[in-house]
């Protein structure tokens, strides 16, 4: 097998640690891998993937990378820091809540479109532009419109899909697995939405003993479908291992709460029982609904044993307003 290239961004391997309090009030023995300290722009797993995605826009000689999200995007935030390292212009299509057509807009505890991510997009010098509320696919015809304008100027663009969800960010999460290397999981619990992090670990731990759990954080039941396509694409750069079919994804749907890019009364307590056991903090899109997912899971003898939470970070949409 040929590695792709990488740039270095983050500091690895990311710290893994127990969570005593929490093993002893779920009477699991829940392990933490902490993606939310990666070293890099307040952290987050995004920056594994970039790690990979950067390398490719480099060798591309891009002037410009073009992507798309929601306007509290994680993704966003630490891709316009990985311009500034090399020197690229970042520019993202963005609205508040993008929606499956099927689904339709959640009803629920939205965000906030100033502060947290956004304050930080700002600072980088991102250039954002915010769009009315419509669905995804809405959202992907902007960052392509997005691409071709720069593209009219005469800049090179490299395209990232959303979230980093192309074959090479779901090899930054099969390559991560090997940090956990010497430990034995039974389980590991991910929050999951664009699909690369579950599609990475998944592949990395297919046919194991440990069972890769993705908590969804989209309203969206043919998911692993497009999780299936994308361990297509991660087979053909890995070369051994098998694709994964769409039943090979253990996803869950119960912790969804209204919708993507809204809160949860679930997410929200486990967000704050996380932070008053252990002293660490979850955001509520993703890991907080994760995280609830977890927590009724191990009272229901979904998971047991050997528990690891893999913390995707988020942080800073604490501070969305
Ligand atoms: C993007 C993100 C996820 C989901 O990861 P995917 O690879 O897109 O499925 C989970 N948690 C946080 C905090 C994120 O920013």
Redesign the pocket.
């Known amino acids: 097998m040929q590695t792709p290239p990488k740039v270095e961004l983050i500091v690895a391997p990311t710290p893994l640690h127990r969570l005593p309090r929490m093993s002893e009030r779920l009477g699991i023995d829940l392990w933490i891998k902490r993606d939310?300290l990666t070293g890099f722009a307040l952290g987050?797993?995004?920056g594994r993937?970039l790690e990979y995605l950067m390398a490719e826009a480099l060798g591309m000689q891009a002037e410009v990378v073009v992507t798309c999200g929601s306007a509290q995007?994680?993704?966003v935030r630490q891709l316009g820091a990985a311009c500034s390292v090399f020197g690229m212009r970042c520019a993202a299509a963005v609205m508040d809540v993008p929606y499956d057509g099927a689904a339709g807009l959640p009803q629920g505890k939205r965000l906030g479109p100033s502060n947290g991510n956004v304050l930080l997009d700002e600072m980088l010098g991102i250039d954002m532009r915010l769009h009315p509320d419509g669905t995804w696919e809405e959202l992907f015809e902007k960052s392509e419109e997005l691409a071709r304008e720069y593209e009219r100027n005469g800049k090179s663009v490299y395209r990232i899909p959303?979230?980093?969800?192309s074959p090479l960010?779901?090899y930054a999460?099969y390559a991560a697995a090997s940090e956990l290397e010497g430990e034995k999981f039974d389980a590991i619990v991910?929050?999951?939405?664009?699909?690369?992090?579950?599609?990475?670990l998944a592949y990395a731990f297919l046919d194991s003993l440990t069972s890769v759990i993705?908590v969804a954080?989209d309203d969206e039941p043919l998911l692993a479908e497009d999780f299936s396509e994308l361990s297509i694409g991660l087979h053909e750069l890995i070369g051994t291992g098998r694709p994964l079919k769409a039943s090979d994804f253990d996803l869950r749907f119960d912790w969804v709460g209204a919708g993507y890019g809204v809160r949860s009364e679930a997410g929200d307590g486990a967000i704050e029982l996380l932070a008053r056991t252990e002293g660490i903090f979850l955001?509520p899109?993703?890991?907080g609904k994760?995280f609830a997912g977890l927590i009724d899971m191990a009272k229901n003898g979904a998971v047991s044993g050997r528990v690891l939470f893999w913390h995707?970070?988020?942080?800073p949409?604490l501070f969305a307003s």
């Open positions: 939310d987050g797993n995004k993937k995007s994680n993704f959303v979230g980093g969800s960010g779901a999460f991910v929050a999951s939405s664009s699909g690369s992090t579950h599609t990475g993705g954080c955001d899109i993703y890991s994760a995707t970070g988020g942080v949409a």
